[in-house]
């Protein structure tokens, strides 16, 4: 079992950045492969980014690419979101999960989910 708690979320201009973190407990993080959803009000859970076990390779969605940056730190069993140059589409409530597959973007492939973390953006 792996328990996620994200945080760092928060009300943000249009142009402003944010940084999420994900903490986890329970068997050590580096089991995983890790990654980053975001559901926005009335539609369906999208992936963002996902990060391999040894952080090796990375695969993100075509609305974030050049603008997130997705890491972790298997040392303290934490893995990131760097967020730049937020638009207001990026509103959402944003999830960590991981996964025991490689890097991978179906949601159902991912075992374990945190609570989310609210991100609104201002235009």
């Known amino acids: 079992q792996v328990q996620l708690v994200e945080s760092g979320g928060g009300l943000v201009q249009a142009g402003g950045s944010l940084r999420l973190s994900c903490a986890a407990s329970?068997?050590?993080?580096?089991?995983?492969?890790m990654g980053w959803f975001r559901q926005a009000p009335g539609k369906e859970r999208e992936f963002v980014a996902a990060?391999?076990?040894?952080?090796?390779?990375?695969s993100y969605a075509d609305s974030v690419k050049g603008r997130f940056t997705i890491s972790r730190d298997n040392a303290k069993n934490m893995v990131y979101l760097q967020m730049n140059s937020l638009k207001p589409e990026d509103t959402a409530v944003y999830y960590c999960?991981?996964?025991?597959?490689?890097?991978?973007?179906?949601?159902?492939?991912?075992?374990?989910w945190g609570q989310g973390t609210q991100v609104t953006v201002s235009s």
């Open positions: 990060i391999s076990r040894s952080g090796g390779s990375i």
């Open positions: 329970g068997r050590t993080l580096s089991r995983y492969a």
């Open positions: 999960a991981a996964t025991r597959y490689s890097v991978t973007s179906p949601s159902d492939e991912y075992d374990y």
